[in-house]
T-cell receptor
């Protein structure tokens, strides 16, 4: 597709269940980012992928959160044993990495996956 | 790590007025400062950016200024229109990841 695609767009789950959120970045973008947006809060960085490796996962809130990326393309963010405080919009973004492995700048965001934990 | 503060959290203006949003950052190594606009139900979208070797950049009705010494940068929107109503985020980047401010909800009344 032309843009970053995220699924599901909405997910309602019960406390304690596991959820998986998917991100399909723009073709050719080697950098992929996950951010979390809670009500009234900014964009909280979670993890950054460069190809299939994650040089910066410092934003993952706890060991219940994990993410992987395969084939340098699709990424999955997994939240185990969900808690009510996990309720938020999870945004994925991708960007192009230049020769020096520095992002050229613009992040292209998907529309997000809204997670509600009851 | 980087810390970005953004003010105000909400801003209401009349159509045609100017709007200014201000941000400060903490890491003097940051060298890239973008602004994103987020409309309801959408992901943020880049509207303008500035790099540390430039003090000001303008694109039609929007402009960004950067003061590296004071570590602050600002977004200026002139002749505001109702379609400018959205949440605006500033951000700063040093090496690889963007750190965002908490956002400003701009409301432009007709």
């Amino acid at each position: 597709g032309a843009g970053v695609s995220q699924s599901p767009s909405n997910k309602v789950t019960e406390k304690g269940k596991d959820v998986e959120l998917r991100c399909d970045p723009i073709s050719g973008h080697t950098a992929l980012y996950w951010y979390r947006q809670s009500l009234g809060q900014g964009l909280e960085f979670l993890i950054y992928f460069q190809g299939n490796s994650a040089p910066d996962k410092s934003g993952l809130p706890s060991d219940r959160f994990s993410a992987e990326r395969t084939g340098g393309s699709v990424s999955t963010l997994t939240i185990q044993r969900t808690q009510q405080e996990d309720s938020a919009v999870y945004l994925c973004a991708s960007s192009f990495l230049g020769r020096k492995l520095i992002s050229t700048g613009e992040l292209f965001f998907g529309e997000g996956s809204r997670l509600t934990v009851l | 790590g980087e810390n970005v503060e953004q003010h105000p959290s909400t801003l209401s203006v009349q159509e045609g007025d100017s709007a200014v949003i201000k941000c400060t950052y903490s890491d003097s190594a940051s060298n890239y400062f973008p602004w994103y606009k987020q409309e309801l139900g959408k992901g943020p979208q880049l509207i303008i950016d500035i790099r540390s070797n430039v003090g000001e950049k303008k694109d039609q009705r929007i402009a960004v200024t950067l003061n590296k010494t004071a570590k602050h940068f600002s977004l200026h929107i002139t002749e505001t229109q109702p379609e400018d109503s959205a949440v605006y985020f500033c951000a700063a980047r040093g090496y690889s990841t963007l750190t965002f401010g908490k956002g400003t909800m701009l409301l432009v009344s007709p």
